[in-house]
């Protein structure tokens, strides 16, 4: 079977990169053949130029990086490429605009996924600008996915420990405290689902052992990749 390459545009964080890679190529193997694996080309940022931005000067230089990257990726012989960070689809579209090859949108195969699941209302839980800007929130609702308001307490909560602790690597007790209480609220106020839209989250949320589904979606960002490069 001939294989389709991918590129992944990542190192926001190395952590969800390697998630990435593994989640990939584990499906390769079992789609496909156990000797198997995807045929990839990986461009991995330095996060650190790119960390906590927030100003449009700041977003704009974010889309110079990601579109080079993109292009590098292409020259390459990537004929499709991903981003593997939720919070950087604020820029999708300028990067697209800035590369022939297409880009898989994260929230869009999560908006599928949802949408042939049945899930009407959800929590969406994120870094802040996923929680809070229309950007992400938009293509969820496209897909007929109701979404909770944010709660800002929430937001400070979840940005501290994605930033502070997960994106270098670190799962605390604690943080996967106020993780299981928040969804147990978001439970009691109707969510029938909870959308995961941070790729490293689930090292402090067990995905598999929750009341509510969880919609990891790094996981299904990664599946649905693997499913391009088989040729699905």
Known sequence: MALRKLGM???MSWVSTHRYYERINRQ???EV??????PLLIESL???EIYCLESDEDWERAV??????ANRLADAGAQQLIICANSMHKVYREVQARV????LHIAECVGERM???GIEQAALIGSRNVMTESFYRRRLIAHGVRLLPPEMSDVDDLNRIIYDELMVGKARKDSERVLKSMLTRYESNGAKGIVLANTELELIVDVNANVLPIYDCMRIHADAAAKWIIGG
């Open 33 to 38: 053949d156990p000797k198997a694996s995807a």
């Open 64 to 69: 110079g990086v990601l579109s080079d990257a």
């Open 115 to 117: 949408k042939a699941d």
């Open 28 to 30: 390769i193997q079992r």
């Open 100 to 103: 022939e090859v297409p880009m």
């Open 9 to 11: 545009i990542g190192g």
């Open 46 to 48: 330095n996060f650190a």
